[in-house]
């Protein structure tokens, strides 16, 4: 009797009721409004799926909320005229793909741009034009070279800064923080290579250190810009590694970007002891990109 009257209560309350949705019953705005929550990475997995999905994850609405709010702009500084104008006649996610894999020079060729293909979060490399080097414009200490682009390892930019030699090495460079992302965690680090004949770098140790002025952030620590062998002892100091351009980088510091504020970034790296005389060394810049655990996809 009881069965019964169980029973009867379900018919009466209809079928039973699931859990899940199919959501490629929405039309295509809503899904695309859902794929431009999620990240660049998922939009791209998401094509796999069905033609419906590809269509809304391919959509210029879902990687418009991928781009940085300023890219057009951003573009619109490119040093060459031509790359602005194929960019800007690209889709959404071409121009997001592009950005990403093909950094682009701005400001009068003084700094690369591009974006973190994990995240989209905007990444600059300022050139060692960009830099302040102490004795840089003095030709018998640094000099000012072009590297051909048949090299494995030509430089992004018009040219480079050699050390001929010096004994008291400091460079650096400044940066308006409002350029970056917000609310993200970022990492300075010294692009370079170092010629066979280069000497000075082996085993001795640099002071690097990153601040932001108004932000009260100071990131300091040790680092060695020679490739040799550590000591157990220096297993916290930083080491180079070597990039897919075919030159060298190595981590000065990092910082939180909380954005909303203009404070100023400053990137410092200097040699504790200046009694030692330096040479061979080539500096294409300062990077600025987020840390890994920021979505940065090296």
Same mark, same amino acid.
């Given at each position: 009797m009881m069965r019964k009257e169980r029973e009867g209560e379900g018919e009466r309350n209809g079928p039973p009721l699931t859990l899940g949705a199919d959501i490629s019953v929405l039309p295509e705005g809503c899904i695309s409004d859902i794929f431009s929550l999620t990240s660049p990475k998922d939009a791209c997995r998401v094509c796999a799926v069905s033609p419906i999905f590809r269509a809304a994850a391919e959509? %210029? #609405? /879902?990687?418009?909320?991928?781009?940085?709010?300023?890219?057009?702009a951003i573009i619109a500084r490119s040093s060459s005229s031509s790359s602005s104008e194929s960019l800007n006649l690209c889709s959404k996610k071409q121009i997001y793909l592009s950005?990403?894999? %093909?950094? $682009?020079? $701005?400001?009068?060729?003084?700094?690369?741009?591009?974006?973190?293909?994990?995240?989209?979060?905007?990444c600059y490399l300022l050139s060692a034009r960009e830099l302040? $080097?102490?004795?840089? %414009?003095?030709?018998?200490?640094?000099?000012? $070279?072009?590297?051909?682009?048949? +090299?494995?390892? #030509?430089?992004?930019?018009? +040219?480079? #800064?050699?050390? %001929?030699? /010096?004994?008291?090495?400091d460079i650096g460079c400044k940066m308006s923080t409002s350029i970056l992302s917000p609310k993200t965690h970022y990492a300075a680090y010294l692009v370079y290579k170092l010629r066979s004949t280069a000497s000075g770098f082996g085993g001795r140790p640099f002071r690097a250190s990153v601040e932001t002025i108004g932000g009260g952030e100071v990131h300091e620590q040790t680092v060695h810009l020679g490739l040799f062998v550590m000591e157990p002892n220096q297993q916290h100091t930083s080491r180079p590694k070597q990039r897919k351009d075919g030159w060298l980088e190595i981590e000065l510091g990092q910082f939180?970007? +909380?954005g909303g504020e203009d404070d100023e970034l400053q990137v410092k790296l200097m040699e504790l002891s200046n009694f030692h005389q330096k040479t061979g060394l080539i500096v294409e810049g300062i990077e600025i990109r987020p840390t890994k655990g920021a979505g940065q996809d090296q």
């Open positions: 959509s %210029n #609405a /879902v990687w418009e909320r991928f781009l940085p709010s300023d890219y057009q950005l990403s894999d %093909n950094p $682009i020079l $701005i400001d009068d060729s003084k700094k690369s741009f591009f974006l973190d293909k994990s995240s989209g979060k905007k302040s $080097i102490v004795w840089g %414009n003095t030709p018998t200490y640094w000099r000012w $070279i072009s590297l051909p682009e048949a +090299e494995a390892e #030509a430089s992004r930019f018009p +040219e480079v #800064a050699e050390l %001929n030699y /010096v004994w008291f090495f939180f970007n +909380e």
